[in-house]
């Protein structure tokens, strides 16, 4: 959890909730705004969440030119769109 995210929690924790929404020094926020806001919070997060890049083995590099019908006289061109082939396998 980013620092952002847990000062943000620790204000609404000690925040004025009332049957209204919230008040945060003296901004009043009504429960449809703080839905909104929690929302755009959610989506940003989402959004700067990174996947860790699954690269390839040997035996995988072997393993796609091996699969390949052109055998051992796999053109470059070939060789590449194999080695795509996998990787896409692998990070999707």
């Known amino acids: 959890m980013s620092e952002t995210l847990k000062q943000f929690i620790a204000v609404l924790h000690h925040a004025d909730w009332n049957r209204y929404g919230l008040t945060i ?11 909104q806001i929690l929302r755009e919070l959610e989506e940003a997060i989402e ?3 990174k996947r860790e890049w699954v690269g390839l083995t040997d035996e995988d590099i072997a393993e796609a030119g091996r699969l390949n019908v052109e055998g051992p006289r796999m053109l470059p061109y070939s060789f590449a769109r194999a080695i795509e082939a996998k990787l896409k396998e692998k990070n999707t």
């Open 47 to 49: 959004k700067t969440k």
């Open 25 to 35: 020094d003296g901004s009043r926020f009504t429960h449809a705004e703080i839905a």
